[in-house]
């Protein structure tokens, strides 16, 4: 246990629709950072949040957002959604503000868009 | 464009034989980097990390890696694998500076053998 935890752990969903997933830190952790794992992209880095304020961009559709809230945890908001977004959602955190330490992983959310 | 490269989709090895589960990575300058192992169903967790000095890193559950510049080469190695060595491996790396997050390979799935 990674002391991350993501919820929901399943989500089934239609296309168009907009669902938010969750994710709390380890205790202390002041990043998050959000991937996705799909079959044909891989493992994709999404986001990073460092207290509150964006800190890292990576491939992360125009339709998705995220924030971290005071509490330190974060939501991604996936919007308009298409059967090519089903795909597992890591959260991950870490200490520091530099993606080189090293981060702890959730579980995951399985997202299905159908 | 910043790329990591695991050449090998599937790979098999009989319990007890030793292990090399290549990665390169392609950057302008030697990135930070990582090795992380997947179980069925589980998140990510680090194995090594390799940031500068000593070539050959040590981990944990006795994984090791070796750093080639001259190759662009970070391999995993294990001299005796066990069946809870099963699991989807991981290379990452990461250019520095902030702007961006881990970059990972497409992941090699490792199956033991009995």
């Known amino acids: 246990d990674s002391g991350v935890t993501q919820t929901p752990k399943h989500l089934i969903t239609a296309t168009g629709q907009r669902v938010t997933l969750r994710c709390s830190p380890r205790?202390?952790?002041?990043?998050v950072y959000w991937y996705q794992q799909s079959l044909d992209q891989g493992l994709q880095f999404l986001i990073q949040?460092?207290?509150?304020?964006?800190?890292a961009k990576g491939n992360i559709l125009e339709r998705f957002s995220a924030q971290q809230f005071p509490d330190l945890h974060s939501e991604l908001n996936l919007s308009s959604l298409e059967l090519g977004d089903s795909a597992l959602y890591f959260c991950?955190?870490?200490?520091?503000?530099?993606?080189?330490?090293?981060?702890?992983f959730g579980p995951g959310t399985r997202l299905t868009v159908l | 464009a910043q790329s990591v490269t695991q050449p090998d989709i599937h790979i098999t090895v009989s319990e007890g034989a030793s292990l090399e589960l290549r990665c390169n990575y392609s950057?302008?300058?030697?990135?930070?980097l990582f090795w992380y192992v997947q179980s069925p169903g589980q998140g990510l967790q680090l194995l090594l990390k390799?940031?500068?000095?000593?070539?050959l890193v040590q981990g944990i559950k006795g994984f090791e890696a070796e750093f080639k510049r001259s190759q662009s080469s970070f391999n995993l190695r294990k001299p005796s694998v066990h069946w809870s060595d099963a699991a989807e491996y991981f290379c990452a790396a990461y250019s520095g500076g902030g702007a961006d997050g881990l970059t990972f390979g497409k992941g090699t799935h490792l199956i033991i053998q009995p």
């Open positions: 205790s202390g952790d002041l990043s």
């Open positions: 991950a955190s870490s200490t520091r503000e530099e993606s080189y330490n090293e981060q702890f």
């Open positions: 390799y940031f500068s000095g000593d070539t």
């Open positions: 950057y302008g300058a030697t990135p930070y």
């Open positions: 949040y460092y207290n509150g304020e964006e800190r």
